[in-house]
């Protein structure tokens, strides 16, 4: 089992890919949510100049954001500062980057193409985007010689979404893996993995332990209800979060659902989350329960678990590195 860490894009975010790295953690990924924090390819290029081994790369990045060229000429830039062997590109749908601006993700109709486009133009060759021929046209000395090959890992959860990955050679990132899902085909799996790792004398009733796994939490409740997935109801709480959401104006709700998005808990969660909730999270336990608990992931078919730490960062760093056995 490899062990990651993934961040929001903000200010604090290169200091803490420079613990992660001192820890032993395998990648940092990096949100792409602009709506909600900073640029993704910024954070990426501090973290860059600052470090000498992890893995770097954004977990996930939307592709309708920016243009196919912004963004193959983004990974030469990162691929410049690190080299290939460094550098990782997550790709999904749009769930925060798209919701979070009351857009619905990107349809699997069109997201592969778009993910293959990027990929073309990093290997030098021409992509017809909007109607007309695009290249890279960096000379020499202006970017990383072409073809730059990194591996692409995709946002899905789905069984379509695991069949497009496995028939585009690419791996899988998942927040929320289905109990039959399929990964044959598939190398790599990674979990985005939330909770704390509680002191011995700390429990699930603990404010500290919703205040900092309550926001990967309520993640679950947000996705569920914008999807109109029927996992809603089994989530603890789930009838009071429907009667909050339900008397909010529909053209604005999801400005107010994913405020402080996998960060801190909003006004809503803090009316809806109980310590009955935490239970969902994959890492809401005490050090010696982690083994048991990545054994079970790694049946399951995970093969990273990308730990994303909330609340006091270098401590939720530390700890977890600690139970992993970094």
Not at 162 to 167: D, I, M, Q, V
Not at 261 to 286: G, K, M, W, Y
Request: with cysteine.
């Amino acid at each position: 089992m490899k062990i990651s860490a993934a961040f929001p894009p903000v200010p604090e975010t290169p200091d803490h890919i420079v613990l992660a790295e001192e820890l032993g953690y395998e990648t940092a990924w990096v949100y792409d949510t602009p709506a909600l924090q900073l640029d993704v390819w910024m954070i990426l290029a501090l973290a860059a100049v600052r470090t000498e081994r992890i893995r770097l790369g954004p977990g996930v990045l939307i592709p309708s954001l920016r243009h196919p060229m912004t963004t193959a000429s983004a990974i030469a830039t990162l691929v410049g500062l690190v080299g290939p062997e460094r550098v990782i590109i997550g790709a999904g749908t749009g769930f925060t980057g798209r919701r979070a601006m009351g857009q619905k993700p990107l349809r699997w109709a069109d997201f592969p193409q778009m993910v293959a486009d990027t990929q073309a133009l990093l290997r030098g060759e021409i992509v017809e985007v909007d109607g007309r021929a695009a290249k890279m046209l960096h000379w020499p000395g202006q970017a990383a010689e072409r073809p730059i090959e990194v591996p692409w890992i995709l946002g899905v959860n789905g069984p379509r979404g695991l069949e497009a990955a496995a028939k585009m050679g690419c791996g899988v990132f998942t927040s929320r893996p289905r109990p039959d899902a399929d990964y044959a085909g598939i190398d790599d799996v990674i979990l985005l993995g939330f909770g704390t790792i509680m002191d011995d004398d700390e429990s699930i009733e603990s404010q500290r332990v919703m205040d900092t796994a309550g926001p990967g939490v309520s993640v679950a409740y947000h996705a569920f209800l914008e999807q109109r997935d029927a996992r809603l109801g089994t989530l603890p709480n789930a009838e009071r979060f429907s009667e909050i959401t339900g008397d909010m104006d529909p053209a604005t709700l999801h400005l107010s659902l994913h405020e402080g998005h996998l960060t801190q808990l909003n006004a809503i969660d803090r009316q809806v989350l109980t310590p009955e909730s935490l239970r969902i999270a994959p890492f809401v336990c005490h050090a010696s329960e982690v083994p048991e608990r990545m054994e079970r992931l790694t049946a399951a078919g995970i093969t990273e678990v990308s730990f994303q730490p909330m609340g006091d960062v270098e401590r939720e760093l530390r700890t977890f590195a600690a139970a992993a056995g970094l």
